[in-house]
């Protein structure tokens, strides 16, 4: 055994004590490569534990095993954005609550976590992301968001064709979005039955994909049926101010949801960061370390 496996080991041994302490709640470990049973073998850390993993056969099988898995994007994230997302992805599916103690341990994707970090549910990460600003309240379905951001993300690494692309997708208060947008071109879901329609079916994920090189924005019902791709958002705030170097799509997500309830998730052509907006105010930002060409 190399020394640099050794160090891995008791590294990880190391993060499995201070998962046991009364203080942690939930003990997330964001990686491919599952814990070796003789690790967790009679640690009170195995009932904290919650893999986040990049492939779904890895997650069935601990399912199987009776572990908590959570599927993530396997993109190349910093450490700090594969924790973001893998703690959306967990807030969303109900396995964390307000108030919890998270012990997060990562690393770069295929190699062993070398990060471990901790996180009040309900606190601050990195000085940007308040968790508490996914909590977007009962109007909207968790599992509808989930799905989206994760779709975002994949629009923003993969775009279409190799080139890079930008969207808005608007979720919830559609009524007023539709009042305050109008359409740019040809809606491609119109005539759909709502359970043809809805983002829940991948293939409706894919769709949005394939339309998301289309102008305009996508509006999205709370419970994920898409009703229209292609929208010009008018609403204007001037109130609403965005960070220097952000465009024209970010300043239409921050004046849809200033004027409206819904929440709008952003795509960056230019570097494919993902910006979610509640209140004309961004509530969570994931960038990507590379985009796939």
């Known amino acids: 055994m190399s020394d640099n496996t050794k160090f891995d080991r008791e590294f990880l041994r190391s993060a499995l004590t201070l998962a046991a302490k009364s203080e942690v709640d939930h003990f997330l470990y964001i990686s491919d490569v599952p814990i070796p049973p003789d690790d967790l073998r009679g640690k009170p850390a195995r009932k904290k534990l919650v893999y986040a993993v990049t492939l779904e056969p890895l997650a069935q099988e601990l399912q199987r095993r009776k572990f908590r898995a959570l599927v993530i994007p396997a993109y190349d994230y910093s450490r700090t954005e594969r924790v973001k997302v893998a703690l959306v992805s967990a807030l969303s599916q109900g396995a964390f609550k307000e108030g919890d103690l998270v012990l997060c341990m990562t690393g770069k994707v295929g190699r062993a976590p070398d990060t ?72 491609p879901f119109q005539g759909l039955s709502e359970s043809e329609r809805n983002v829940l079916d991948p293939k409706i994920r894919d ?87």
């Open 207 to 293: 769709a949005i994909k394939n339309f998301s090189v289309l102008d305009g924005a996508f509006v999205i019902r709370e419970d994920g049926v898409v009703l229209s791709a292609g929208r010009y958002l008018s609403a204007n705030d001037d109130t609403v101010k965005i960070p220097l170097g952000l465009g024209a799509r970010h300043a239409a997500s921050a004046g849809i949801t200033s004027s409206t309830h819904c929440i709008a998730l952003t795509v960056s052509q230019t570097s494919g960061a993902v910006r979610l907006f509640k209140g004309g105010n961004i509530v969570l930002e994931l960038h990507q370390t590379a985009r796939r060409t």
């Open 116 to 187: 471990l970090m901790q996180m009040r549910i309900g606190g601050s990460l990195d000085d940007r992301l308040a968790i508490e600003g996914v909590k977007l309240g009962e109007e909207f379905n968790s599992q509808v968001v989930d799905a989206l951001i994760q779709l975002a993300l994949q629009i923003g690494q993969e775009g279409f064709e190799g080139h890079p692309i930008g969207t808005i997708i608007t979720i919830g208060d559609h009524t007023s979005v539709l009042e305050k947008s109008r359409q740019l071109t040809i809606n």
